[in-house]
């Protein structure tokens, strides 16, 4: 599976972005999918995920705030990020698990990364 990020940008406070990852490959429909983000000088940390059944998680920090989904047909999943804010700015890359680990959270779980998209908000 090969990962392609994009849709990251510049944005104020409050406002949105939405991320998309394409990937390639027949086996999408049947791989769990995550978005990392990594701020400077922190470690990488999961922000949302999408397994292959359908079922969705979030970190608490984004809950009610980001949606998570994929598209099947388009082998894309989606990160949509509404009321922005300044401490959601890093580098979010998206991960595919062909294995359908149980540790959905874990990176270390996940065989595949794309190559990541900086989002930044201003304040």
């Known amino acids: 599976v090969q990962l392609q990020a994009s849709g990251g940008g510049l944005v104020q406070a409050g406002g949105s972005l939405r991320l998309s990852c394409l990937a390639s490959?027949?086996?999408?429909?049947?791989?769990?999918m995550a978005w990392f983000r990594q701020a400077p000088g922190k470690e990488r940390e999961v922000v949302a995920g999408?397994?292959?059944?359908?079922?969705?998680f979030y970190t608490d920090s984004v809950k009610g705030r980001f949606t998570v989904s994929r598209d099947n047909v388009k082998n894309t999943v989606h990160l949509q990020m509404n009321s922005l804010k300044p401490e959601d700015t890093a580098v979010y890359f998206c991960?595919?698990?062909?294995?359908?680990?149980?540790?959905?959270?874990?990176?270390?779980?996940?065989?595949?990364w794309g190559q990541g998209t900086l989002v930044t908000v201003s304040s």
């Open positions: 999408i397994r292959w059944s359908g079922s969705t």
């Open positions: 991960a595919a698990d062909s294995r359908r680990s149980v540790a959905v959270r874990s990176a270390t779980s996940y065989d595949f």
């Open positions: 490959g027949r086996t999408f429909s049947s791989v769990n």
